[in-house]
């Protein structure tokens, strides 16, 4: 679980990047809501990508 979880992150995290694109571009999708769940949604795909890069870096350091 410990290496599946940090890629299943930055999986994730890519789709919801790629949501807020198409919405920029299409708004009639409205795969999100408002301007600030927005804002808050690519803060948190940010976050989460750093995130599984550091756990993914560290974990291949150990080994």
Known sequence: ??????????????MFLVFYVLDIFNEAMNF???RI???LLVIFCISALLTAILA????????
């Open 37 to 39: 769940s927005k804002n």
């Open 56 to 63: 993914i870096s560290q974990d291949r350091k150990r080994h």
């Open 32 to 34: 999100v809501g408002n």
């Open 1 to 14: 679980m410990r290496k599946i979880l940090p890629h299943l992150t930055i999986v994730l995290a890519g």
